[in-house]
Each structure stands twice: as C-alpha cells, then as structure tokens.
C-alpha cells in the first residue's frame, strides 16, 4: 500500500495563478483533511471530507476551495493564489472519527512558493 | 474553546538520559489526545493517542505518555532517548463531543538528541 500520496512535491506559482494539490489515499478511509503547516504555528486544518461527495470548512477555509468526487481522492483547489498562502500543504486521511479510528494518516507534503 | 499548548520550542537531552515534552491542553467535556512526530521533509506520524482506560498510554519506538486529568497534560516520555529520536514532536487535542473540524495541533517541539 502506498498510503496517502500527494502531488505535486514543489510547486511556485506567482501571484494571482490558479492551482490543484492532489490527495490520494488507498486505505478505503472515510475522512480526509487538508493542512497547513507555518513556522511555530502547527498544523492548521483547511477542509474536511468525512466522505464521498462532502466536503467541509475547517479552520482557515478562506482562499481554498475543495473537492472529493472519489472517496480515494481529495483536490485542494487555489482559484488566485496569495503569498500569504506561500505554506507546506498536508494531507491526511483517517477511518473514521470515533476514538480509536481517528489515528491520522499524513501524505508527505507539498511545498508552494507564492511569488 | 478547545486549546494546546507545548511550553517548549525546543528541548535538548543527551542519547540514554530519559526525555520528556511536554504538553497541556484546555477542552470542555471529555479529551482525545494525540502526540505525532515529523521527520525532516516528511509528513506526520503516529505515535500514541488516549481515548479513555488507562492514564499511561504507550506507542511506537517505546515512547509512552501519561494523561493527568488534574493537572490537564499529555507529557511524552521515552526512558532512554536515542539519536534517532531527533524529529519535531506535535501534541493534538480533540474534544470527544466535537466534530472533526476541532481538531487542534499546537506548536511543536524539536527535540534534540545529542551524542
């Protein structure tokens, strides 16, 4: 099993442009989540997918949009991207929400540079 | 509101003493804790969770945590630290009632082993 992946690794985009971070996972899991990870401040959650076809607001929603038309699969869309948004982008998957399903399961991270 | 918080940024033992990182949390109602670690440029991985039972939890690479309800901490622990331990540690609190969007990473640590 290859776990949770994510593409691209590195991305630079300037100011303006418009991207998708892609998410897959082939552990069959129901919830999925993005992060973003700044200097000294953790992981803060983006949006949230507890299954296919539902997507939620997590934390810091504003800027990102969303997708999970395949429970496989979770797109974190940026429609004009900010250097504010310039962050180590995680995504993560888990069975479920309910104590011991919760263990969170990371993809290894992409990295974007917003010029 | 639901808060985490790990006093230190950065904590430094010497390979063989024991180590401890330290973490607090402020929930209302019944807490899930968490603890992961990250590697450079990687995503984040599991090490332990209290859900409920036993106040002494134990994880991966024999590291264990003690949930003290009084005091409202979730301090990791591991006997005997090994170079290997370096990595940046984060402690995650979730209240039990909660949906998954409340989910809280605090900051991290950087534990440091040295020779």
């Known amino acids: 099993n290859a776990g949770v992946t994510q593409t691209p690794k590195f991305r630079v985009l300037k100011t303006g442009q418009s991207m998708t971070l892609l998410c897959a996972q082939d552990?069959?899991?129901?919830?999925m989540y993005w992060y973003r990870q700044d200097p000294g401040m953790g992981l803060r959650l983006i949006h949230y997918s507890v299954g296919e076809g539902t997507t939620a607001k997590g934390e810091v929603p504003d800027g990102y949009n969303v997708s999970r038309l395949k429970k496989q699969n979770f797109l974190l869309g940026l429609e004009s991207a900010a250097p504010s948004q310039t962050s180590v982008y995680f995504c993560?998957?888990?069975?479920?929400?309910?104590?011991?399903?919760?263990?969170?399961?990371f993809g290894p991270g992409t990295r974007l540079l917003v010029l | 509101a639901q808060s985490v918080a790990q006093p230190e940024d950065q904590v430094n033992v010497a390979e063989g003493n024991p180590l401890t990182v330290k973490c607090t949390y402020s929930v209302s109602g019944n807490p899930y804790l968490f603890w992961y670690v990250q590697y450079p440029n990687r995503g984040l991985q599991f090490l332990l969770k209290y859900i409920t039972g036993d106040n002494l939890v134990k994880g991966s690479y024999g590291f264990e945590a003690e949930f003290n309800k009084s005091q409202t901490s979730f301090h990791l622990k591991k006997p005997s630290a090994l170079v290997s331990d370096s990595a940046l540690y984060f402690c995650?609190?979730?209240?039990?009632?909660?949906?998954?969007?409340?989910?809280?990473f605090g900051s991290g640590t950087r534990l440091s082993i040295r020779p």
């Open positions: 995650a609190v979730r209240a039990s009632w909660s949906s998954a969007s409340k989910i809280i």
């Open positions: 993560a998957s888990s069975p479920g929400l309910a104590g011991l399903q919760e263990t969170q399961y």
């Open positions: 552990m069959n899991h129901e919830y």
